[in-house]
T-cell receptor
Framework: DAGVIQSPRHEVTEMGQEVTLRCKPI?????LFWYRQTMMRGLELLIY????????DSGMPEDRFSAKMPNASFSTLKIQPSEPRDSAVYFC?????????????FGNGTRLTVT | LAKTTQPISMDSYEGQEVNITCSHN???????ITWYQQFPSQGPRFIIQ???TKVTNEVASLFIPADRKSSTLSLPRVSLSDTAVYYC???????????FGTGTKLQVIP
């Protein structure tokens, strides 16, 4: 199993530009999560999907952030326009089922730098 | 969602056993206790999970007292490669909003 795959690994962009982060979850996993990690705020849950449907996006910081999951094997997180305070590591994670006994599997993240 | 409290940092010498305790006073009946490990530039990685008593795998042991208001992750004979941040999570018992706390930064010293 290849695990959760994220791309790109690093992204450097200028303020105001659109940024798209990509994630391929583990095959067969029903849930997909997007997290953001910064030194100040730690790991924050942004949004999660169940069977490709967004369930809770209350962690999305602003309307500049949007996420989609067009099919079971692909999800995107888009920031438009990007701002320097969006600089962080963005993680995608998936899990097999919704119960507490199913652990999260994380990708290696995308390090975003907005200048 | 149950909130967790764990030490911010710990130091240990190589070869020693390390115990990291997590408090979760408001744990719900159907909540699991899960520990993750995170190395720099990587996503968190699942280590161990339990509901009550003791769980052991090839990496660690997890001790959970009868009242389940705390748990202790035990790492036997740590090596330099165990230097990482360790997160204790409680939940989700049907919820999906798994919340990570600040974690414990373990530094293993040669």
């Amino acid at each position: 199993d290849a695990g959760v795959i994220q791309s790109p690994r690093h992204e450097v962009t200028e303020m105001g530009q659109e940024v798209t982060l990509r994630c391929k979850p583990i095959s067969g996993h029903d849930y997909l999560f997007w997290y953001r990690q910064t030194m100040m705020r730690g790991l924050e849950l942004l949004i999660y999907f169940n069977n490709n449907v967004p369930i809770d996006d209350s962690g999305m910081p602003e309307d500049r952030f949007s996420a989609k999951m067009p099919n079971a094997s692909f999800s995107t997180l888009k920031i438009q326009p990007s701002e320097p305070r969006d600089s962080a590591v963005y993680f995608c994670a998936s899990r097999l089922e919704g119960g507490g006994g199913s652990p999260l599997h994380f990708g290696n993240g995308t390090r975003l730098t907005v200048t | 969602l149950a909130k967790t409290t764990q030490p911010i940092s710990m130091d240990s010498y190589e070869g020693q056993e390390v115990n990291i305790t997590c408090s979760h006073n408001n744990i719900a009946t159907n909540d699991y206790i899960t520990w993750y490990q995170q190395f720099p530039s990587q996503g968190p990685r699942f280590i161990i999970q339990g509901y009550k008593t003791k769980v052991t795998n090839e990496v660690a042991s997890l001790f959970i007292p009868a009242d389940r208001k705390s748990s202790t992750l035990s790492l036997p004979r740590v090596s330099l490669s165990d230097t990482a941040v360790y997160y204790c999570l409680v939940g989700d018992g049907g919820y999906q909003k798994v919340t990570f706390g600040t974690g414990t930064k373990l530094q293993v010293i040669p």
